[in-house]
């Protein structure tokens, strides 16, 4: 079977940060397709995530659970809602602001978009052992844990 790595100088096929770009870029492509088959993107899946696992919560504090920028996150959310996924409902403690939660839709959405992350990450990881797939996310949470730090 001929290789289908892109080419480049060799010095690059063994530094680390091309690498890592070069998997990613991949990772990217396949998860970005899989979230296509539901015609949502990769925001969606970590707002409905989100909410799957730590329940309902503001925009601003979905945001930050998330990482996602505040527009981003209010874009992401209309999309949602019109889609009746999400629901937004004034905050009790604080009428200015909303509180977002899942809809039966949204939680069943997160649900058939995890089961598609778990497919990528079977193919993407496919020629590694079950212990390398391991060693591999232990070493890169170490390194985005360093980093995230500076």
Same mark, same amino acid.
């Given at each position: 079977? /001929?290789?289908?790595?892109?080419?480049?100088?060799?010095?690059?096929?063994?530094?680390?940060?091309? !690498?890592? *770009?070069?998997?990613?870029?991949?990772?990217?492509?396949?998860?970005?397709?899989?979230? &296509?088959?539901?015609?949502?993107?990769?925001?969606?899946?970590? !707002?409905? #995530?989100?909410? &799957? /696992?730590?329940?309902?919560?503001?925009?601003?504090?979905?945001?930050?659970?998330?990482?996602? $920028?505040?527009? $981003?996150?209010? #874009?992401?959310? *209309?999309? !949602?809602?019109?889609?009746?996924?999400?629901?937004?409902?004034?905050?009790?403690?604080?009428?200015? @602001? *909303?509180?977002?939660?899942?809809? $039966? #839709?949204?939680?069943?959405?997160?649900? @058939?978009?995890? /089961?598609?992350?778990?497919?990528?990450?079977?193919?993407?990881?496919?020629?590694?052992?079950?212990?390398?797939? #391991?060693?591999l996310t232990r070493l890169l949470t170490r390194l985005l844990e360093h980093h995230s730090r500076h």
């Amino acid at each position: 079977m /001929e290789s289908t790595a892109p080419q480049s100088p060799g010095g690059l096929r063994t530094t680390p940060s091309w !690498l890592l *770009n070069q998997a990613a870029s991949y990772a990217g492509r396949l998860i970005g397709e899989g979230f &296509a088959a539901h015609d949502l993107r990769g925001y969606h899946y970590r !707002l409905l #995530a989100s909410l &799957a /696992e730590d329940g309902p919560a503001s925009q601003a504090d979905l945001g930050r659970r998330c990482g996602i $920028d505040r527009s $981003d996150v209010v #874009a992401a959310i *209309n999309d !949602l809602a019109g889609r009746g996924l999400v629901v937004r409902a004034p905050d009790p403690a604080d009428r200015r @602001r *909303n509180i977002v939660s899942s809809t $039966d #839709a949204g939680a069943d959405a997160a649900r @058939r978009m995890g /089961e598609t992350v778990d497919r990528v990450q079977d193919d993407l990881l496919a020629p590694l052992s079950t212990t390398e797939r #391991a060693q591999l996310t232990r070493l890169l949470t170490r390194l985005l844990e360093h980093h995230s730090r500076h």
